[in-house]
């Protein structure tokens, strides 16, 4: 039987199956189905757990001695079974279904694993845990779906954000469930019983992490351009990988570079904000960084990430961190010229 995340719940508290296969590559979610399961089985009696860890050397005829083995401590047992990436073939698939074909009753096994490819969907040990067994599987949750699922997860907490606040969030967790978790947490403690703004979301953000991409580009649009290096010192000291400073050096530019289009053409500048998700108290500091950088420093900046884009995929020579010091002072107000990635080096 197959169920999706949010129906395990209610499955247990009808019956409990003989086996419970949960796989996928979202970790909040496997994790959290995971202990919910645990959980309502340790609940029914089943005290003892016995963790086995499958790799390349595991034997899995010890799956059966592990079954049929008889604890002095307690009558039922949990038996978790942890595949991670890796597949089984014939002689480990044969065991398997040979467990499945006659569950131990004082028995309940566990089985996770990474997400599955087409051929483990279509083999017999998986068909077998389909037949006798609940397999939920857990597909990472879309862009779209993201705010709606940070919605909820919210209201779990009894924590209120209003649209604004959500569309922050998601920008900012970029699909990192266990981010989003730990946020929500953070901000239930600091804003109990009142309505969370995307400001607030800013501040709590900038209280808690000083020194992180967001402060970054923080800096550059207040055109601190001292803070700026302190800041791109520290990240570089703590192990950041320049494809991150530069997505976020990157997306400030071309919301910049947009915000001067819709100004050119009579756009509205709430519009072009709401378009390029700039909430709260950054709308005006991205209106004064518009006019304060040229289009012309804006695209030469663009160019210049391109040239960090290059080094960091191995097609040109150059130091990448040095490029993103001089792109994140243009973005601050300093004047770039277009520099050869080579003198970098």
Known sequence: MKLRPEQLSAQLKKSLSPVYFITGDE?????????LLRHHIQQQGFNEREVLHVDGSFSWEYLLECANALSLFAEKKIIELRLGSQKLNKKSSDILQSYLSNPAPDNILLITADKLDGGAK???????????????????VEAAQLPNWIRQRAAQ?????????????????????????????????????QVVTADDVIASVSDSSRYDIYGLTDAALNGQAARCCKILQVLRQDG????????????????????????????????????????GKRK??????A???STAQINLALQQCAEVDKIVK????GDAWLLLSAISLALAGQPLTLLNPASYA
């Open 27 to 35: 970790p909040l979610i496997l994790e959290e189905s995971t202990d």
């Open 122 to 140: 279509k083999s017999a040990w998986f068909k077998a845990i389909d037949n006798c067994g609940v397999i939920v599987e857990i597909w990472p």
């Open 157 to 193: 907490t009894d924590l209120q954000l209003n649209e604004e606040a959500i569309q922050l969030l998601c920008d900012r967790i970029e699909g990192n469930l266990l981010a989003a978790k730990q946020e929500i947490s953070k901000l239930s403690l600091l804003f109990p019983h």
């Open 240 to 279: 950041t990988e320049p494809p991150i400073v530069l997505w976020a050096l990157s997306k400030e530019l071309r919301s910049l570079s947009a915000i001067q289009q819709a100004q050119q053409s009579g756009q509205s500048f709430d519009t072009v904000c709401q378009r390029e998700r700039i909430w």
């Open 284 to 289: 005006p500091l991205a209106r004064q960084a």
């Open 291 to 293: 006019q304060r950088i």
């Open 314 to 317: 191995g097609l040109a020579n």
